[in-house]
């Protein structure tokens, strides 16, 4: 493994140690880059003043690590939709190409599409990019669903097409001069391919702090209770709060009855006016906004459900119960982001709104059988998705190809670390 590498990092946003999603994986894996050895030159664009104190939990532990370096830049968002298209501000940092070239690196790592398109003209000898959620498939999925919660929506047709397009041709466009592409979702490997796009899927750093049956005891209640959480604006809560209140809820009232279940819904955001009402107008919900102690309140419950009926992303609310040591019941479209994710091994999935329903019976009716699947998806995030994991394994993918880029063979990530198409 090269330990020397120099490696220039471009994000949007700051990372942090733990606040935020990508935020937070982008820290892990730079964290794993500083301890592998690298000579970091981190360049940190955002669109508004950071307070000092995010930039010392950013920069402070990692150079304490080892060699590292923070460029912060203001400027404006990157990419903007717009009615027929997307503004695009790839160019706006005229400096930024000279402060890489005098850094010297031997590689460049961007996180997202965003910054790949900052990142695409330069010459360099080596360019890798991590992708989280694709941005033609999300928009074109929440535009459906604006379509289902206001018929008004239906005039922005030609508008949610256009944009498509013009995302897949940012990505093909900027991801065309990268030499390894990385994925978060397993499911964005054949919608890149379908572009002529190549991708490898790694699993990404998620920490954990406390796990029920080991921190906490469970504390089931009589009545089949379950816990719903999220951001409640992305399109993963969008997706299941639908399908949940529209097809699985009236299979749950002819199971149990009215008032025969709870079910918790929990958030950081404000949810949407439309799930206000489907909430308050249901006697068998809870809401309860942000859920300080997340950990207690999954031992108080049967099941983490994630209902979602997208076939894209690799929801993080899953990989959290695990970690936590909580039953998931999902949707099958959840195992095409995440493949660790089995029926019957280290979750219970669904096929249709019935067979949800049926397995939130079985997390209530058969808590033995459940041990088992908790247990098995306690390995999967322990073996695939803890940082001491899945950082160092993103780490060594980097290593192998500088090891490329520098004249030594290539060798490809093997199973264990991705799975490349």
């Known amino acids: 493994m090269i330990s020397n590498g120099r490696v220039v990092v471009i994000t949007e946003g700051i990372p942090h ?151 897949k041709k940012v990505y093909k466009h900027a991801l065309k001069s990268f030499h390894r592409v990385v994925v978060s979702s397993h499911s964005s490997v054949a919608a890149l391919q379908s572009l002529g796009l190549h991708s490898t899927f790694l699993p990404y750093p998620w920490p954990n702090q406390g796990a029920v049956d080991h921190d906490v005891q469970r504390r089931l209640p009589g009545k089949p209770t379950f816990l719903f959480f999220g951001n409640l604006v992305g399109l993963g809560s969008r997706s299941s709060l639908h399908f949940l209140f529209e097809k699985v809820y009236p299979r749950l009232i002819a199971m149990w009855g009215a008032n025969g279940f709870t079910i918790i819904v929990g958030g950081a955001a404000s949810p949407r006016d439309w799930m206000v009402s489907e909430i308050a107008a249901r006697t068998e919900f809870v809401f309860e906004g942000f859920i300080d102690d997340l950990l207690h309140r999954m031992a108080e419950c049967h099941a983490v459900i994630t209902p979602l009926d997208v076939p894209v992303g690799n929801r993080s609310r899953i990989i959290t119960a695990w970690a936590k040591r909580v039953l998931v019941v999902s949707h099958v479209n959840a195992a095409r982001g995440n493949p660790e994710l089995l029926d019957g091994q280290t979750a219970l999935l669904a096929t249709d709104a019935q067979e949800f329903a049926d397995r939130m019976r079985f997390a209530y009716e058969q808590p033995a059988a459940c041990e088992e699947i908790i247990n098995r998806a306690e390995r999967a995030y322990l073996e695939h998705y803890t940082p001491d994991r899945a950082a160092p394994a993103f780490a060594e993918m980097i290593a192998q190809a500088l090891g490329g880029a520098t004249g030594k063979s290539t060798v490809e990530p093997s199973a264990s670390i991705g799975v490349k198409q």
């Open 17 to 167: 140690p733990t606040k935020g999603a990508s935020a937070v994986l982008f820290f892990q894996y730079v964290r794993a880059l500083v301890e592998a050895g690298h000579d970091i030159l981190a360049i940190a664009i955002t669109t508004h003043d950071v307070e000092s104190v995010s930039l010392s939990e950013y920069r402070d532990p990692l150079a304490s690590a080892g060699r590292f370096q923070l460029v912060c830049l203001k400027g404006e968002r990157t990419l903007v939709p717009e009615r027929f298209g997307l503004i695009k501000r790839f160019d706006q940092f005229p400096s930024l190409s000279r402060t890489v070239e005098e850094f010297d690196p031997q590689a460049v790592l961007a996180f997202d599409v965003a910054m790949a398109g900052v990142v695409a003209p330069m010459q360099l000898p080596l360019k890798l990019v991590w992708l989280g959620d694709l941005q033609f498939e999300s928009n074109w999925y929440n535009y459906r669903y604006s379509m289902r919660e206001d018929w008004k929506a239906y005039r922005w047709l030609p508008y949610a097409w256009f944009q498509g397009l013009q995302w």
